[in-house]
């Protein structure tokens, strides 16, 4: 079955402690993305992958690290994490950035730091 | 960064209805997407949109790309109970320093009371 998949669904944490969430695809997708979702803000893009080793910064990108050294693989970084911070995270491929080709989101990761 | 601006926030409608809602951006976008994202879920594509005054359906559904670039609407005739969950269109900028970012809506909250 085609799928993302996320983990941890949850996850509560402590300010200042590092944490990964990771997001793994299946479909041999090129572009992966990370969002965050907050009330009234619809998701915001975080970080964008077009290809392995190749990564760019999204909308709101700070705080935030990511890596792609598989294709498959982009996992979200978080080395401080701060309670602005707290937020619903989506992962998301596609087969290809350009032409915004159908993108395949995961389940969702609920992040609180306190 | 671009903005979208979606519109209702929310929507509050009777079985066998239509909606309509739209959004408008201050920049141009290639592409528009439109989502749904039911409760615990990641978004779901609904429609794709290409070109400019590009209209399609797909079921009850009906999205146009403005002629202008600027903005979408999406159009759901004869609402369902389970058409409720949140709408969400995307914009993708397609290039320049824009190549590869999508930038979501506010998200639209539809209820459908039987």
């Known amino acids: 079955e085609a799928q993302v998949t996320q983990n941890p669904r949850y996850l509560i944490t402590v300010t200042g402690k590092k944490l990964t969430v990771t997001c793994s695809q299946n479909m041999n997708h090129e572009y992966m993305s990370w969002y965050r979702q907050d009330p009234g803000l619809g998701l915001r893009q975080i970080y964008y992958?077009?290809?392995?080793?190749?990564?760019d910064k999204g909308d709101v990108p700070e705080g935030y690290k990511v890596s792609r050294k598989e294709k498959r693989n982009f996992p979200l970084i978080l080395e401080s994490p701060s309670p602005n911070q707290t937020s619903l995270y989506f992962c998301?491929?596609?087969?290809?950035?350009?032409?915004?080709?159908?993108?395949?989101f995961g389940q969702g990761t609920r992040l609180t730091v306190v | 960064g671009q903005q979208l601006n979606q519109s209702p926030q929310s929507m509050f409608i009777q079985e066998g209805e239509d909606v309509s809602m739209n959004c408008t951006s201050s920049?141009?976008?290639?592409?528009w997407l439109w989502y749904k994202q039911d409760p615990g879920e990641g978004p779901v594509l609904l429609i794709a949109?290409?070109?400019?005054?590009e209209l399609t359906s797909n079921g009850r559904l009906t999205a146009q790309f403005g002629i202008t670039r600027k903005d979408s609407f999406l159009n759901i005739s004869a609402s369902i109970p389970s058409d409720v969950g949140i709408y969400f269109c995307?914009?993708?900028?397609?290039?320049?320093?824009?190549?590869?970012?999508?930038?979501f809506g506010q998200g639209t909250i539809l209820t459908v009371h039987p």
């Open positions: 920049s141009i976008f290639n592409t």
């Open positions: 992958s077009m290809n392995v080793e190749v990564t």
């Open positions: 998301a491929s596609s087969f290809r950035a350009l032409g915004g080709t159908e993108a395949f």
């Open positions: 995307a914009g993708y900028g397609g290039g320049g320093t824009s190549y590869g970012k999508l930038t």
């Open positions: 949109l290409y070109k400019a005054g």
